[in-house]
Every structure is written in C-alpha cells, then in structure tokens.
C-alpha cells in the first residue's frame, strides 16, 4: 500500500511544470484560496489560488456551467490529487499570482483526497512597503502585505459607480517605520472596523493577502480586490509573530483621524457630491419637501435627544441589534426578573455583544429646527472614539439604561457640520421629523467654501469659521444636552440671531427649563446566569 502511495506521488507533477501542451496533468496541491466571482460575460465562476509542496502558486477557475459539479467537492485549506485539466494563458490586471499561466477544469477533471500539505504551507509571501511606494511593483499582480495599523479612520459610505460603499482607511507602518497607507471596502471595511473598536491595548498587525497596488496622482496604496483578498487581524501565523519580534519598541498608540476630504474613490468626490451632485436645502425646505429625496443640509447641532438613548447593544457577528429576553428558568419557564440577549437574524441566544452609536441629534439652522439620525459609523467620524471607549467593557451583570450622556457626545452641542439626509415617505405623510443621516463632511473650509459659495442668495447664514458655535453669553447660556423627547416636541425652537461668524446663543433658542442631565459613566453589563435555578 505504502508502495503504491509512493509510486502515485512520485509521478505527479509540479506547478511550475504546467503549460498549454497537453491537458492530462496530475498535481498535488492545496487550496489556499477560494472564492466566487461574477462577471457580465463569464457569470458566476468558482476561482482558487493552489500551491504545491515546493510552495509555487497557481490560479485555476471553475465556469459556471461546471460550478455546481465541483463546488461541493473543494474547500479552502483542502489538499487535493488534481488529474485532467487545461492550462491557459494567464492574464488581466488582477493576478493573484506570477504564474504565466491558469487552470481551467474540465467535466472530466477528476479530484481525490490525499494527504494533507503542511498547515504551514500558506502560500503568504509579503512584499516590502518601499517597494509598493517606488514603483517597483508590478500593479497587474496581486500582493501580501503584513503591517502595524498606526491610524484608522471612521467607516465612510461614499458613491462607487452609483451604488453606496462602506470605505476604510488605514496607515500601515512596518519594522523601519515605514509608513503604507490602505483603503479597505466594502465588508473588509465594516469588519475590520468593528475589531478595531474591540482592540484592547494589544497592537494591531493586519494580514492582506492578495491585495491591489492603487495608483492616485503618482501616490501608491494598497486596497482590497473585490472577493479574491483576504484580511486577517493578529492571526496566529509564524511571519506575524516574527514581524512583531522586528517592530520598533516604541508602543506607539492607534490613532483615530478624519480621511482625506478630497480623495476620489472610482467615482464621486465627497466634495462634488455635496457642493454638485446634491442639491442643497434648509431645514424648512426639508419640512416642506413632499417627495422622496436626498439633500445636503448645513445646520448645528444644539441638542441630543437622550430619551432615544445613545447607543445599542448589536451582535458582533451579523452586526444587527440584539433583543432584551426574559431568562428561562429551570423551575418554572421565564424568569420575568432576569433577562439575556436574543439574535433574531442569527437566531442564537447569548450572542457575543458589541455597542454601537445611535445619536438622535436636534439640529437648527436659520429656518427652523428638526432631528437627525448618526449610526455608528457617522457618529464615530464626530466623536473620533469607538463607541465601546465610551461605554467601557461588556461584563456579566446588569445592563444600565443608555440615556446618560457622555462628556464626549455633550461637546457636539454647538458644533456645525454639513449632513447628508435621506427623505423617506414617512417623513412627510406621517409627519416623522427624524431624517437619517447619509454621509458627514466635519472639515471647517468645505464647510466655509459650502456655507459662501452655495448659500440662497438674500438669507443670513453661518459663518462656520472655527467649526463650534460661540455663545454671547460666555457663563450664562446654556448647551442643550440631554433634552427629553416630550420636552424637545413642545419647545419651540426660533431662529437665533447672526451677524458675520457663527454666534448663537441657545438660552434665545431653548427653554431655559429644560432638562439637563448629569454626565455619568455608563456601564455595560450583562444578567449572570442563575445556574443553581
């Protein structure tokens, strides 16, 4: 038996053996990625990276025709004996690998079991940064990368060939220091977001593999690649540990930035988006408006709606908001004095937990008054800390009612930014006067340039020099913080006075009897589990 293994190994071929000459090939690999693809012409194809013993890499796809003969017989990390298949030119300019040439199977490539190829058989062969940055490079290629994340911005949803996408950027530094910038999309983008915010204390190495080589303005970048790259955090591999072994011992802390405002991204800058594509509105037009449409608004925010509560506890898994249950008890049924958490989409009981920013912000402008919506994601770009920095770490015990504000989220009070909202149909036939947020621009001259090229000609606007609204009354006015939704509803809000630069005064604007809430710490706990019954 042993004989025959042997005889069977020893006349397999190698990848670096494969060419177009004939198609009765045998190989023995292991699939070190997998994915699906769909394309116009081609449809939905099934596209794997192969290595062999010596490590060499191969692309090899699947057509649609035959994706469903093969699909359930292939799995990432696999090692399989490959026997009758085709072998073509390779091309394109998203190669995962240097091969000159592809497999394409056959209806009669033939797959066997075989004994596994190494675990550590990765096929991971980062490049340097230097050799991304000069050039040097070829961007047709795929590539590896491993770094340190030393800066991160908020997840932005910015427009890609008329569909919204969620984009991620990062700053990378290896053992020299040297510095890569990364642009992640898509799911890469809110996943990696989400770990970041889970991070602790500990460095964050990211893992890239297969990544494109991005070329902007003679400035270089490393990006994810539609469903062919794979991002890992901290992963437990041999190059990681040595990598961290080589980094500078200089405990350098995360940083949380704006991104750059003008970047173009495949399609629409967020400054034509706002200052072109948009059309612009104040918030009486928005009351007004009686169709479904999007709209930049440029408005302050003077309050936070704490009745709505700041944040909510969602699944770290399918991101969704968790349900609060009665606890089973073993005696009787529900414990209606305990509770745990419910995943509906996930439908698993005690799922692992991650808080998320819900902000209900009032805002004003010269018009009128209104609230506004911020998910996580946009209020992370205004508070520049995840929302579980602010709520601290999940534990056992009780969980406390998100309605006490932070210190962090009271200091949006007076602040001016440009919104961009969504006017839904239950805005103006239910008369639901809570708009969603699309997208943000906190950067002070986008604002300035917005607020002097694009204002209605004759109104009085802001002048959002320093991005914070100045009392008159340097002690005396007060900054709504945590205004009740009852309180909110009634008051009625009147239009501040301006000449010049931004400078209202709230006690003109507010109620001076309004509610304002103590700032307190809020903790996050969860019910213990009564085992005992």
């Known amino acids: 038996m042993e004989d025959g293994i042997a005889s069977t190994i020893s006349c397999l071929d190698f990848v670096s053996d494969l060419k177009p000459f004939k198609s009765m090939w045998k190989i023995r690999v292991k699939v070190i990625r997998l994915w699906k693809q769909?394309?116009?012409?081609?449809?939905?194809?099934?596209?794997?990276?192969?290595?062999?013993?010596?490590?060499?890499?191969?692309?090899?796809?699947?057509?649609?025709?035959?994706?469903?003969?093969?699909?359930?017989?292939?799995?990432?990390?696999?090692?399989?004996?490959?026997?009758?298949?085709?072998?073509?030119?390779?091309?394109?300019s998203y190669r995962p690998t240097k091969h000159p040439y592809r497999i394409v199977f056959l209806p009669t490539t033939r797959l066997r079991m075989c004994d596994a190829l190494p675990s550590n058989l990765t096929g991971l062969d980062p490049v340097k940064f230097e050799s991304i940055k000069d050039g040097s490079q070829n961007t047709d290629y795929l590539v590896d990368v491993i770094g340190q994340i030393v800066e991160v911005s908020?997840?932005?949803?910015?427009?890609?060939?008329?569909?919204?996408?969620?984009?991620?950027?990062?700053?990378?530094?290896?053992?020299?220091?040297?510095?890569?910038?990364?642009?992640?999309?898509?799911?890469?983008?809110?996943?990696?977001?989400?770990?970041?915010?889970?991070?602790?204390?500990?460095?964050?190495?990211?893992?890239?593999?297969?990544?494109?080589?991005?070329?902007?303005?003679?400035?270089?970048?490393?990006?994810?690649a539609y469903n062919v790259s794979d991002v890992a955090l901290n992963p437990n591999l041999e190059e990681v540990q040595a990598f961290i072994e080589l980094l500078p011992k200089d405990?350098?802390?995360?940083?949380?930035?704006?991104?750059?405002?003008?970047?173009?991204t495949n399609g629409?800058?967020?400054k034509d988006d706002f200052f072109i594509h948009t059309p612009r509105k104040s918030i009486a037009d928005v009351k007004a408006s009686r169709q479904v449409e999007k709209c930049v608004v440029m408005c302050t925010i003077a309050g936070i709606d704490s009745d709505m509560g700041w944040f909510y506890l969602s699944c770290k898994v399918c991101s969704k908001k968790v349900l609060t249950v009665p606890s089973e008890s073993e005696d009787d049924g529900l414990d209606l004095f305990k509770h745990n958490y419910f995943c509906v989409k996930c439908n698993q009981h005690d799922p692992r937990l991650i808080p998320r920013y819900k902000l209900h912000v009032v805002v004003l402008d010269h018009t009128s008054d209104t609230k506004f919506l911020l998910f996580d994601n946009l209020a992370l770009q205004l508070l520049h800390q995840p929302c579980i920095e602010l709520t601290g770490p999940i534990t056992d015990e009780e969980v406390q009612e998100p309605y006490l504000l932070p210190a962090a989220i009271n200091n949006l009070v007076g602040k001016t930014f440009l919104f961009k909202i969504q006017i839904e149909r239950e805005n103006y036939l239910y008369k639901h006067e809570t708009y969603k947020v699309l997208k943000i621009i906190t950067n002070t001259d986008m604002i300035s340039q917005f607020d002097l090229t694009q204002s209605p000609t004759g109104s009085e606007t802001f002048k959002a020099i320093d991005n914070s609204i100045v009392s008159d009354a340097p002690e005396g006015s007060m900054m709504l913080r945590g205004c009740s939704s009852?309180?909110?509803?009634?008051?009625?809000?009147?239009?501040?006075?301006?000449?010049?630069?931004?400078?209202?005064?709230?006690?003109?604007?507010?109620?001076?009897?309004?509610?304002?809430?103590?700032?307190?710490?809020?903790?996050?706990?969860?019910?213990?589990?009564?085992?005992?019954?």
């Open 38 to 92: 769909y394309t116009c012409v081609l449809g939905e194809t099934m596209e794997m990276v192969l290595a062999d013993s010596k490590g060499d890499m191969i692309h090899a796809t699947v057509k649609k025709e035959l994706v469903s003969q093969f699909v359930t017989l292939i799995s990432q990390g696999e090692s399989k004996l490959m026997v009758n298949f085709i072998v073509t030119m390779a091309a394109g």
């Open 154 to 224: 908020h997840v932005e949803v910015v427009s890609v060939n008329g569909k919204d996408t969620q984009k991620l950027s990062l700053e990378l530094r290896n053992q020299d220091d040297d510095r890569l910038p990364m642009v992640l999309w898509g799911k890469f983008a809110t996943d990696v977001n989400d770990a970041i915010q889970l991070r602790g204390e500990h460095k964050i190495i990211v893992v890239l593999r297969f990544g494109k080589i991005k070329v902007w303005k003679d400035e270089r970048s490393i990006s994810n």
């Open 251 to 264: 405990d350098m802390a995360l940083a949380i930035v704006d991104p750059k405002p003008l970047a173009l």
């Open 268 to 270: 629409v800058s967020d």
């Open 486 to 533: 009852q309180q909110s509803d009634s008051t009625s809000l009147t239009p501040a006075k301006r000449i010049g630069a931004p400078v209202i005064n709230l006690d003109e604007t507010f109620d001076q009897t309004s509610v304002t809430r103590t700032n307190c710490p809020v903790k996050i706990k969860k019910e213990k589990k009564d085992k005992s019954g």
